[in-house]
């Protein structure tokens, strides 16, 4: 009933679609805190409360993000960071979850298995096969460099390109991140960056879309 009243709680929210799926992000940090780390009690948790498949990602999201982040760890919590497979967990979780797991694992898997070259995270990703897995990989490549060259746009530009067919992915990611810190002229920076007009096109509507819910 309490997990039952927390999701209604996000959904009634009377404010915009990035506020209510953040709300559920973090119900899914606390799911994982609840259950001592264990990812996929965590994970079943969400089906129990969540309908929608773009509420139950983000509520997955919120405890992969946690997974990694581990910042309320007490005696007894599971970790699967331990493993020297930099594909694990997300190898091993139903497919519906993976997507999920891939996309805030790779923060990890970039750091302490590929050294923070770009080039060799891209491996990372596409050793999953399904195209969703892939596509929120290398959209969270483009938060991860957003981050670490936040200061140097144009630098970021450059280690996305790196991703090749997913470079214009990574940019428009990366976009979103600039625009979401109300950095819209290096948010333009990267998008005016993408060949393809359509995709092109595409990164400028995610800076409009940040625009209108902040």
């Not at 997974?67 to 493993?83: I, P, Q, W």
């Not at 497919?95 to 750091?111: G, P, S």
Request: glycine residues 4%; aromatic residues 12%.
């Amino acid at each position: 009933k309490i997990l039952k009243d927390l999701a209604q709680g996000c959904l009634e929210l009377q404010r915009n679609r990035t506020t209510i799926t953040a709300c559920i992000h973090g119900v899914g940090h606390g799911l994982m805190v609840v259950r001592s780390y264990d990812l996929l009690a965590a994970y079943e948790d969400c089906d129990a409360m969540f309908t929608e498949q773009e509420d139950l990602f983000f509520c997955y999201d919120g405890i992969s993000m946690e997974n990694v982040m581990r910042r309320f760890t007490e005696e007894g919590a599971k970790d699967y960071l331990t493993s020297r497979d930099p594909f694990y967990p997300c190898n091993t979780v139903p497919q519906k979850y993976q997507a999920a797991c891939v996309r805030e694992h790779i923060f990890h898997a970039r750091r302490v298995f590929y050294e923070s070259d770009t080039k060799k995270t891209t491996e990372y990703c596409l050793y999953f096969l399904e195209e969703l897995a892939r596509f929120e990989c290398f959209s969270a490549l483009g938060t991860v460099l957003n981050q670490e060259f936040f200061d140097t746009p144009e630098v970021v530009v450059d280690e996305c390109n790196k991703a090749n067919q997913y470079s214009a992915l990574c940019i428009t990611r990366a976009a979103a991140q600039y625009a979401f810190a109300k950095q819209f002229e290096s948010a333009h920076v990267l998008c005016e960056s993408i060949q393809s007009s359509n995709e092109r096109q595409n990164c400028l509507g995610s800076i409009e879309y940040v625009k209108s819910s902040l």
